[in-house]
């Protein structure tokens, strides 16, 4: 497609509105650092103590080389999207593919954000003011419902609404903010856990266990940020190689150094007992960790609108390719998508196993298989397998193609037990 071979350099052709440095750090860390670190804990009682670090600073060393091969594939192949780089390399099979993956992935994650906001806001306003309850006017606002809706309609639609993604730097930057607190709340508060929340000292250094397939899943799905690497390239002032590749290595180092800290601290605490949200560990009326929750949940409804911004830039790139900004289009695609996945989340307590097999393999193949899959098809033809361009390339694919596999096959697993089943609010 013609009209889709546009130079890399048309991304930020907008170059004085565009962002800095700190900003597209703000941006690419806030992405990576998503819903699912609080989770990480739970990962490394998953593969092992020692096994699961090795995988926190391998698998985040791999996603900082596999987005800036996102870079590299579009300047290979003259492409500004993600979407175009498929398309340039398998054809209309991987622009569907790679757009069906990227718009899952992101909507999932939107449909995630929206849960937890209703899991964590109102249980923290519950235990700050108990007797809120009784109040008929102001009870709404432990009302799980009535916070999802309020949190998405008051900050995350106008956010979304932006068109170019680096004005989000300064919610982005309150979001990182908000995960440093969570990080020393956890830090803290794990010296003053009462002893029947403590997990077995026995359980505390594993070197391997059996559930390593699944933790790679969990940990891949906290560092994926592939999917909007584009625009954040796209919001720099001055995008070059360089400078975009500065971005990733502070932020991709940001998160390793954040999900490792928040990991070993909890995990030594909780051991076998450390559950998914290892919030949740903690007591309710813990005054630090509701600080925690409560951050926890602001950073959801400041990192949803990221999201949301994948989801229209698919639907852009796949069905108006060639055609100019809209804004009639920009505010139809914005509503109906954000109000899709609030609906999602307001009858949803629990995605479960659907967002396990969307998020999860969409994000193995996001970050693992196609970035790697691209750059094989872009180098020269005549360089052998063995080389040192093409095989760690190659290797990468094997990788994601063999966790996809193992996600797939637990995740199916479950689908037939109770474990699979989806909570249905009422």
């Known amino acids: 497609m013609d009209d889709v071979h546009i130079d890399l350099e ?28 609080e989770g990480l804990p739970y990962a ?59 718009f899952s992935f992101a909507f999932g994650g939107m449909c995630a ?55 989000l730097a300064r919610a982005s930057g309150l979001a990182l903010i908000g995960m440093t607190i969570i990080v020393i709340s956890v830090l803290i508060e794990r010296m003053n856990v009462s002893s029947d929340l403590k997990g077995s000292p026995e ?5 391997i266990r059996p559930q ?8 891949s799905f906290a560092y994926v940020c592939h999917h909007n690497s584009l625009l954040i390239y796209g919001s720099l002032k001055t995008p070059t190689l360089d400078r975009f590749a500065l971005v990733t290595h502070i932020s991709t180092a940001i998160a390793v150094l954040a999900c ?8 030594d605490v909780f051991t076998d007992k450390t559950q998914g949200n290892i919030l949740n560990n903690f007591a309710p009326n813990d005054t630090v960790i509701n600080i925690a929750r409560f951050c926890f949940g602001l950073n959801m409804f400041t990192t949803l609108p990221l999201e949301l911004f994948v989801c229209r830039e698919v639907v852009e790139q796949y069905f108006f390719p060639t055609e100019q900004f809209n804004q009639h289009r920009h505010v139809l695609f914005t509503t109906s998508i954000l109000f899709s996945s609030m609906f999602l989340a307001l009858i949803t307590c629990d995605l479960g196993v659907i967002l396990e097999i969307v998020g999860g393999l969409s994000a193995t193949a996001l970050a693992f298989i196609f970035p790697a899959a691209c750059y094989i098809k872009l180098t020269p033809q005549e360089l052998p397998w063995t080389s040192r361009t093409k095989l760690p390339a190659l290797l990468c694919v094997a990788f994601g193609i063999i966790v996809l596999c193992l996600n797939m096959y637990f995740a199916l697993g479950r689908v037939w037990t109770s474990e699979g089943s989806a909570k249905i609010c009422v």
């Open 10 to 37: 048309e991304l930020a052709k907008k170059r004085l509105a565009g962002g800095g440095l700190l900003d597209s750090v703000a941006n690419m860390a806030n992405s990576i650092l998503g819903a699912a670190r």
């Open 212 to 219: 390593i397939a699944q933790a790679i899943g969990v940990i």
């Open 113 to 167: 954000f929206g849960i937890i906001m209703g899991d964590t806001i109102p249980q923290v306003i519950r235990s700050v003011f108990p007797h809120l309850k009784d109040v008929p006017v102001l009870s709404v606002f432990t009302n799980r419902r009535f916070i999802i809706v309020l949190c998405t309609v008051c900050v995350s639609y106008p956010l979304s609404l932006y068109r170019d993604i680096h004005k």
């Open 44 to 102: 490394l009682s998953q593969a092992g103590f020692f096994t699961g670090i090795v995988l926190l600073v391998v698998l985040g060393w791999v996603t900082d080389w596999t987005i800036r091969l996102i870079l590299v594939n579009a300047k290979l192949s003259g492409r500004n999207s993600y979407i175009g780089i498929m398309n340039h390399c398998f054809g209309e099979s991987g622009r569907a593919a790679v757009s069906l993956f990227q």
């Open 260 to 267: 490792c800290t928040l990991s070993i601290s909890a995990y």
């Open 203 to 207: 359980a505390r250094f594993t070197i």
